[in-house]
């Protein structure tokens, strides 16, 4: 009898946990057919189709930004970014004519070629008017620049906007970016060199290069934070041991690279929309064994954010066990045919 009753209640148990994740689990990211389409400078009126990520690549940089409600935060951000790329590629252009002029033979363009590029705001669902106020900063300070804001009918997540905007974008390479303009956006150079050394310069290389503030964990930067918010960082990490990403000290940093042949290979099996999805992706690279590299990156606080601690950390919690039940049980992962958007 005590027999009975204890595998009565361990399957009991067992029930209560699968019911429990059935409830858990968000429902599929759904795509609709409007945010298939982007506005820009040239087209502020007329939406115009986007490419996709099956579609062969058109410039080398994909800049994916992700914002909510962040007209106030998102130009400064957007200046340092636009910023650092186009100088780059003025010294390009002059490293270029300096050694054609100096060198008997004429080098390859691909020596300092300006480096091509794209910056897609995915506008998740904000009531402030960021997707106006985007278009409106294009057209007065970059009409040069190819700026493109789509907007997703409801707000499902940053998880759920990052993989928009990859799923839509041209590059080559495809950086993840935070809006709040945290991350110094400069260390794209030292994320960019790490992709090389891991493709070998290769376009069909697959890759991940993730930035990392673990090296800034006993700086003021990170000291002076609240003792919530530190509590928090270290309990994830601790977590994150237990989930299968205990290798990577930084998991969550907005600062990310994606070879377009990796991304091809995670983002269409990416399910969650929350701010958890870098687990995922980094637990699908695992799995198809795609390289994953970390490089410190420098990083600051900026106020205005939308994180509400209590909440976050329990949703970090229901988060990494949605993630690794579903996995375990063959729900969630890599198919043998890639998962196909629902549009609406």
Same mark, same amino acid.
């Given at each position: 009898m005590l027999l009975c009753g204890a595998l009565l209640a361990m399957a009991g148990g067992?029930?209560?946990?699968?019911?429990?994740?059935?409830?858990?689990?968000?429902?599929?990211?759904?795509?609709?057919?409007?945010?298939?389409?982007?506005?820009?400078?040239?087209?502020?009126?007329k939406p115009l189709p986007l490419p996709q990520l099956q579609d062969p690549a058109t410039v080398d940089l994909s800049v994916v930004i992700p914002a909510y409600n962040e007209?106030?935060?998102?130009?400064?951000?957007?200046?340092?970014?636009?910023?650092?790329?186009?100088?780059?590629?003025?010294?390009?252009?002059?490293?270029?004519?300096?050694n054609n002029k100096t060198s008997k033979e004429v080098l390859p363009l691909s020596f300092s070629r300006p480096r091509t590029f794209e910056v897609l705001i995915i506008d998740d669902g904000s009531t402030d008017g960021t997707n106006d106020a985007s278009l409106d900063l294009a057209r007065s300070k970059y009409p040069d620049?190819?700026?493109?804001?789509?907007?997703m009918e409801l707000n499902q997540g940053k998880g759920a906007a990052v993989?928009?905007?990859?799923?839509?974008s041209s590059g080559q390479q495809l950086l993840m970016?935070?809006?709040?303009?945290?991350s110094r956006f400069q260390d794209i150079e030292r994320l960019w060199e790490a992709m090389d050394d891991i493709t070998g310069g290769d376009e069909a290389g697959e890759g /991940?290069? *993730?930035?990392?503030?673990?090296?800034?964990?006993?700086?003021?930067? =990170? &000291?002076?934070? $609240? !003792?919530?918010?530190?509590?928090?960082?270290?309990?994830?990490?601790?977590?994150?041991?237990?989930?299968?990403?205990?290798?990577?000290?930084?998991?969550?940093?907005?600062?990310?690279?994606?070879?377009?042949?990796?991304?091809r290979?995670?983002?269409?099996?990416?399910?969650?929309?929350?701010?958890?999805?870098?687990?995922?992706?980094?637990?699908?690279?695992?799995?198809?064994?795609?390289?994953?590299?970390? /490089?410190? *990156?420098?990083w600051h606080e900026v106020g205005g954010s939308?994180?509400? =601690? &209590?909440?976050? $950390? !329990?949703?970090?919690?229901?988060?990494?066990?949605?993630?690794?039940?579903?996995?375990l049980l063959g729900r969630w992962g890599v198919k043998k045919e890639s998962r196909k958007d629902k549009v609406e």
């Open positions: 067992f029930l209560l946990i699968y019911m429990l994740l059935l409830i858990w689990t968000p429902k599929p990211i759904v795509t609709r057919k409007s945010e298939k389409y982007y506005r820009s400078y040239k087209s502020p009126d007209t106030e935060r998102l130009p400064i951000m957007l200046e340092q970014t636009i910023s650092h790329l186009t100088s780059v590629n003025e010294q390009r252009e002059k490293d270029n004519l300096k620049i190819d700026i493109k804001v789509v907007n993989r928009h905007g990859m799923l839509y970016v935070d809006a709040d303009g945290a /991940v290069v *993730v930035g990392s503030r673990a090296h800034m964990v006993k700086t003021e930067a =990170v &000291v002076k934070r $609240s !003792l919530i918010r530190n509590l928090l960082m270290r309990s994830l990490h601790t977590l994150l041991l237990l989930v299968g990403v205990g290798h990577i000290r930084d998991t969550q940093c907005g600062f990310k690279l994606f070879s377009r042949p990796a991304a290979k995670l983002f269409p099996y990416q399910h969650l929309p929350s701010w958890m999805f870098d687990v995922e992706l980094l637990l699908l690279a695992k799995a198809q064994n795609i390289p994953v590299r970390e /490089v410190d *990156v420098q939308k994180l509400n =601690v &209590v909440n976050a $950390s !329990l949703g970090m919690l229901r988060d990494l066990g949605v993630i690794r039940g579903n996995m």
